[in-house]
């Protein structure tokens, strides 16, 4: 067995190369949400000033949702084994894939929906320049559950959910019908000819 057709492997591999970029893009994306009466560079300044835990604020948070993408991958497959179940097919037609890959989308999302929330006030929090160090994680979570409650971790959600939902449905819907194709290419494509080897 190929180990790069793991399942394990490639979520593995996913999240490691999510984390690289998100090591890369973090300072960009901080100095993005900070005071909207501020440029990109007087942000950047600021953060530059607040030290590495300015620049990479959230970054934690960041990488706990590098597995939301392996996370939806795993949903999707348990959804689409039950869906073949029921229609006797391995294959997911074009709409099935794109219905199954939005729910599986749209319940990884729901499930570290809260994280995504505290990240982007940890992100705020940063870019207002208020001489505060910034908050850690856990204490910008339990201080959105107190001021706001459930409702103020879920802010935001079905925004999210409509933009995430779209384009993850559209990729595994693509997805499934591109593997089907290149099988099927697979099957109708004439064995190699043999060589023997004449001393």
Known sequence: MDPSSDPAVEATAGAIGSLITCVAIMPVDTA??????????????ELVAGGPSS???????????TLNPALTMAIFDALKAR??????????????????????KAIATIITYPLIRTKVVMQL???????????GMAETFVNIWRREGAEGLFR???????TAVSKSGIQLAGKE??????LLILMRAPP??????HK
């Open 32 to 45: 993005k949400t900070g005071d909207a009466s501020k440029n990109l560079s007087q942000h950047a300044s």
């Open 125 to 135: 929090s940063s870019g207002q320049g208020n001489g505060h160090p910034p908050k």
């Open 55 to 65: 620049v990479w604020c959230g970054f934690g948070v960041s990488s706990v949702l």
């Open 83 to 104: 869906v073949s179940k029921l229609t006797k097919r391995a294959r997911l037609s074009t709409l099935e894939g794109f219905l199954v890959g939005s729910l599986a």
């Open 156 to 162: 935001g959600c079905s925004a999210q959910i409509f």
């Open 177 to 182: 019908q591109l593997a089907g194709f290149a």
């Open 192 to 197: 190699a000819p043999h060589k023997s080897c």
